[in-house]
């Protein structure tokens, strides 16, 4: 699957195959230079995607179900907005739109309900999957840009970092 001839490479995510050497999506639809993306660390609860009328998402569920393997991943961006992809087909799945600046880091959160984000509007921000929709911002987590976020596997831990040199860890409710 080449990628589309007018997609810039800092505006495309493209998704290979190591083994085969081959690329098995490119993921198009930012408008601005992509920052930060994450793998999903495992398969969505069933249900989270599910079709809503008009979409052509298919619910994970459905489609493991069916024995297709789902690759999911979150990427944020200069263009301010956060996106949720199908990478297995090559489909965004939806756009998440809330800062007010530069998206500089996305994680997935451990329970792969919510996506958090971090950006140049000094906010960490935690999106509902479910309800496609900012459910939690931390306004001014740093006193500049904050360029990283990470989040703890097992403990209920956020850890941020930005431009003004701070390491900052959240304890999350």
Known sequence: MAPPADAEPLLQITVWDVRSES?????????????????APGPLPPGLL???EGEEAKDPATAEAEGEEQLHLVSGSRDGT???WNA???SSLFVLRAHDNWVRGV????CLK??????????LRVYDLKSKRCARTINDAHTH??????????????ASGGV???TRVWALE
Do not use: K
């Open 164 to 166: 003004d040199r701070c």
């Open 114 to 123: 919510y996506v958090l984000s971090c950006g140049d509007d000094r906010t």
């Open 50 to 52: 599910a079709r809503r």
């Open 88 to 90: 297995t087909r090559g």
């Open 23 to 39: 690329c098995v999506s490119t993921l198009v639809g930012h408008e601005h230079v992509i920052e930060s993306v994450s793998f």
């Open 145 to 158: 840009f904050v360029t990283s976020v990470a989040i703890h596997s097992a403990l209920p831990l956020l």
């Open 82 to 84: 956060v996106r949720v």
């Open 107 to 110: 994680v997935w959160h451990p």
